[in-house]
Structure formats: C-alpha cells, structure tokens
C-alpha cells in the first residue's frame, strides 16, 4: 500500500468524509439511479442489514429523525457507539480506559452486537422494518 | 526454544536463539520466547545480556517490570478491527467482514489470555480482512458508478428489485 504519513491519510479522510456529507445532504439517495444498490436485495429481495443506510443518513442529515429511524434505525440507534468505537480506537481512549473497552467492545460485546445483527437482519425482513 | 522480537511496529520471529543473535536488536528491544509471561527489553534476557556488555548502572527498575506480572495491565490491547469489520459485514462483504469479526474477538480472547503475541497475529489477520472487504466493496462501487455513467447501463435487472441500501 501506498505509503503516506499519517497527517495526510487523517486529512485525506476527512475530506472524504466531508465531500460524502455534503453529497448525501444535497441528493436524496431515493429515486437517483447511480446511487449504489444493494446487491443483496436485487438478488434476494430481502433487505440486509444496512439496507436504507443511504436515505437513512439522508434524513438523519436534514434532521429528520422519524425519517431517519424508519429507513434504518439500527443504523440510527447503533451510530453513538460507532463513533464512541472510533474514539476508543483512534483518540487514544483504549489506552486511557482499558476496562471501559472491554467492557464495550471486548469478547461478549462482539458477541452481543454480532448477534443483534443478525436479529435485526431476520426481523427487518419479517416485519418490513 | 523459539524467539520473537518486537520493533515497536511488528512482531518477527520464531528465531533460534543463534538466528535472534544476528536480528537487528539492541538492548532495549522487546523480546518474548514461549513461557515468558510478558515481554521483556533484550537486556533482561540471560542468554542476550552477553550481546550488550555490562547491565546499566543500579537505578528506579525499568518501568515495564511492573507490567510483567500480567502483560495484560499497562499494554494495550492490539488494534481488534471489530468496528470496521462489522460495518464492512453490513455495508457490503459479508464473508470478509466476519472473517474481520472472527480474528478480532480471538485477539481479544488471546490477549486476556496472556498471549499478547497472538493477539498481535490475530490483530493482523482481522486488519488483512478488513481490508480486502472493504477495498472490494469500493471496487464494486466505482465499477457500478462507471457502468451507470460512462456505458449507461442503469436498469440492470439485477436492480430492478427497487432501489434499496
């Protein structure tokens, strides 16, 4: 991989970061063509677990939260503790509360959100979600 | 008996004790062979100490001694990927993403365990994984993005199922 230091990868990202929000504020996703699809509900029909991200985070960027939750509220409810992972990971938190990690992000955690998944997955699909 | 030795970045070895000898260690590199509860700065090594002359002048004990008692307390744990695994399983390779999720609780299971050098294995198999998954999904994005704009291909039936995700 391309080596570059790790100010300009920081950067990098965020400006990413910053070009994706300001694209999924402008553009609602729902309706546009060159939105990515989701492969696995074109084949199946059935939504996976991160079907209506997109338009999700659309909503969620007009604040719109009712809106947002009915497109994907896993995604919704579960975005505290991405960001809270971020931190632990990136903003030096690990080394600063190990226990807090391991209690958050250790073993049984990994279990544990690995298996609301896959609730959430089967659930969505029973009760269109 | 097998020999690793850490520079800070990455873990090498299994070395013979002859083999370590002609690693690019110094005295402060951390070394772990099997049975060792934590790891250790070369000097401490008995069979190493021969490599760095006499041992420092008499002073406060190296701070990483009061870890040795449980390599567990003081170092942190190796990077998991759990987080971007998980989001690389549900936005787009599933098999990649758990592999991700598989590696990343073993690095957990074996640091708490004490093997800190398998966790740094296993940190690195759940990163390689990650990855690939990740990389392969921006792949099929840009490959989507090409075929709807430049050959115009927009209605695949593949998609006409809706406009999900």
Known sequence: ?129 | MEYHYNDGVTNYGPFTLEQLKQQPINRNTQIWYTGLPAWKPAYEIPELASLFGSPPAQGPPPVRQAYAQSPVQGQAVPKTWLLESILVTIFCCLPFGIAGIVFASRVESRFYAGDVNGAVQASHEAGKWTKIGFWLGMAGVIIYLILVFIIGVGEFAFFKNGNNF
Request: aromatic share 18%.
């Open chain 1, 1 to 129: 991989m391309v080596i570059i230091s790790r100010g300009y990868r920081v950067l990098l990202i965020l400006s990413v970061l910053a070009l994706l929000i300001v694209l999924y504020y402008l553009i609602d996703p729902m309706g546009q063509k060159w939105f990515p699809k989701c492969p696995f509900y074109g084949i199946t029909g059935y939504k996976c677990p991160g079907c209506g991200s997109q338009r999700a985070v659309h909503q969620l960027l007009h604040f719109n939260f009712t809106g947002a939750l009915q497109e994907n509220a896993l995604l919704i409810i579960s975005l505290p503790y991405i960001l809270l992972a971020f931190l632990f990971d990136y903003a030096g938190f690990k080394t600063r509360w190990p226990k807090a990690r391991k209690v958050l992000f250790g073993f049984n955690a990994i279990v544990i959100v690995l298996l609301i998944v896959i609730g959430w997955w089967i659930m969505r699909n029973l009760f269109a979600w």
